[in-house]
């Protein structure tokens, strides 16, 4: 069997109406690309990214080679889940049989959404439940005030349900860090925090381990260093240390997804899958999670978020689990009828927009975007994580204020402080 071809296929899918404006601020794009492998043998396989096309080098590189080629493959796992589809597709059978030994029927599943305001925090939680999660991941961001989150999730929180937040290391210090965590301490639906403050400072994450009940993730799991090394790789000497109680699978190709898998069983630590796509990708995260003996921690691939997952059946969830497709390869099929659909859409086009801070005592200060305000906050430009804080998003009102402070901001790198 050889792959003779690859049809690359761009997409726009829009996300969901409810959230489609708070993700385009967030930054997170609607386009998709799928791939179909085709062979000699007449099979077709599966594989995607978000984005647009991976370059033309990348997909050259599979051209004549044989799927079995790609066996723990270090590719792109974009690509190498198709040739796990094709292989599977030729011998009948799922492809975590060619992963490893099948560990579970049905993998546990989060819901992700970007940093929001406490009430649409909320109302994500129980948009949540409702479609049958039981975890949910949220980036944790300097301008809201993460706590006055917590709570109003914990409200309306079933009792099985948690929260992991992903702080992307904004926390910045242990001094910084420790009130917060703290704090978060007092709500049972806070599961886990994701990378409080930056990985290097392994000194700090010791001490915040010390006092702190809630689980540590890293983001990252590769242990494994190729030919000889005078060092280890970070995440193995924390790994050791026991320094954190489950890492990031994030995007990590297969070969390093299963060698992580068995390095993390032998430390009964816990993993958790972030692969983002559609439908596809989340079949593909399901194969991989089957094989997995510590693939305990919900995990991400956000294709409940499109309002089209571009398969024929949609994935079965139940109680916060989705079941392992059981058919051959990834076990899916594209849906070509959304296929058509979503090629022929363009790319909307949003109006004008800034970000602004709200800061307790009646301040607003505006930003370029949101992006820009995490950025500066982390450097200390602002105040981050204030009792109270949050983010709103104006987007333009054909008014002069509005389009005298967009004008200024894009002269410069800093926000403009205005009294309220």
């Known amino acids: 069997m050889r792959i003779e071809r690859i049809e690359a296929l761009s997409l726009i899918v829009p996300h969901e109406e409810r959230i489609r404006t708070k993700f385009h601020h967030f930054g997170v794009t609607e386009e998709v690309t799928v791939y179909r492998f085709h062979t000699d043998n007449g099979l077709i396989?599966?594989?995607?990214?978000?984005?647009?096309?991976?370059?033309?080098?990348?997909?050259?590189?599979?051209?004549?080679?044989?799927?079995?080629?790609?066996?723990?493959?270090?590719?792109?796992?974009?690509?190498?889940?198709?040739?796990?589809?094709?292989?599977?597709?030729?011998?009948?059978?799922?492809?975590?049989?060619?992963?490893?030994?099948?560990?579970?029927?049905?993998?546990?599943?989060?819901?992700?959404?970007?940093?929001?305001?406490?009430?649409?925090?909320?109302?994500?939680?129980?948009?949540?439940?409702?479609?049958?999660?039981?975890?949910?991941?949220?980036?944790?961001?300097?301008?809201?005030d993460v706590v006055e989150q917590s709570a109003a999730m914990q409200e309306v929180a079933p009792p099985d349900f948690r929260v992991e937040f992903d702080f992307n290391g904004a926390l910045m210090n242990v001094e910084r860090a420790l009130p917060i965590l703290r704090e978060l301490e007092k709500f049972p639906v806070v599961k886990g925090v994701?990378?409080?403050?930056?990985?290097?400072?392994?000194?700090?994450?010791?001490?915040?381990?010390?006092?702190?009940?809630?689980?540590?993730?890293?983001?990252?799991?590769?242990?494994?260093?190729?030919?000889?090394?005078?060092?280890?790789?970070?995440?193995?000497?924390?790994?050791?240390?026991?320094?954190?109680?489950?890492?990031?699978?994030?995007?990590?190709?297969?070969?390093?997804?299963?060698?992580?898998?068995?390095?993390?069983?032998?430390?009964?630590?816990?993993?958790?899958?972030?692969?983002?796509?559609?439908?596809?990708?989340?079949?593909?995260?399901?194969?991989?999670?089957?094989?997995?003996?510590?693939?305990?921690?919900?995990?991400?691939?956000?294709?409940?978020?499109?309002?089209?997952?571009?398969?024929?059946?949609?994935?079965?969830?139940?109680?916060?689990?989705?079941?392992?497709?059981?058919?051959?390869?990834?076990?899916?099929?594209?849906?070509?009828?959304a296929v058509a659909r979503y090629s022929s859409l363009a790319l909307r086009e949003w109006p004008r927009h800034l970000s602004v801070v709200s800061l307790p005592g009646g301040l607003k200060h505006y930003y370029q975007s949101l992006q820009q305000a995490e950025q500066l906050m982390k450097l200390g430009v602002d105040e981050a994580f204030a009792p109270g804080v949050r983010l709103d998003e104006w987007e333009d009102d054909g008014t002069d204020t509005f389009d005298r402070l967009w004008r200024q901001l894009q002269r410069q790198d800093w926000p403009i402080w205005e009294e309220a």
């Open 45 to 144: 396989g599966l594989g995607e990214n978000p984005g647009p096309p991976l370059d033309q080098a990348l997909l050259d590189g599979y051209i004549g080679t044989d799927p079995f080629d790609h066996v723990m493959g270090q590719g792109r796992y974009n690509l190498d889940m198709a040739c796990y589809d094709l292989m599977g597709k030729h011998l009948g059978l799922p492809a975590w049989k060619l992963m490893g030994q099948q560990m579970r029927q049905w993998v546990t599943m989060g819901w992700w959404m970007p940093c929001m305001s406490p009430e649409d925090s909320a109302a994500e939680v129980q948009e949540a439940a409702g479609r049958g999660y039981r975890g949910l991941k949220c980036k944790a961001r300097a301008f809201y």
């Open 194 to 337: 994701e990378e409080p403050i930056f990985a290097h400072d392994v000194e700090g994450w010791r001490r915040l381990h010390q006092e702190i009940r809630i689980p540590f993730y890293l983001h990252g799991v590769n242990v494994i260093r190729h030919g000889p090394s005078r060092e280890p790789s970070g995440p193995w000497m924390m790994l050791r240390a026991g320094d954190f109680e489950g890492a990031l699978c994030s995007h990590e190709n297969v070969g390093t997804a299963l060698a992580a898998a068995w390095t993390f069983t032998a430390a009964n630590t816990g993993i958790l899958l972030q692969y983002v796509g559609t439908g596809i990708t989340s079949a593909f995260a399901c194969q991989l999670g089957a094989v997995m003996p510590t693939a305990n921690i919900p995990a991400v691939t956000c294709s409940h978020t499109k309002e089209h997952e571009l398969i024929t059946e949609p994935m079965v969830m139940q109680r916060g689990f989705m079941k392992v497709p059981e058919g051959p390869g990834l076990g899916v099929e594209l849906d070509e009828d």
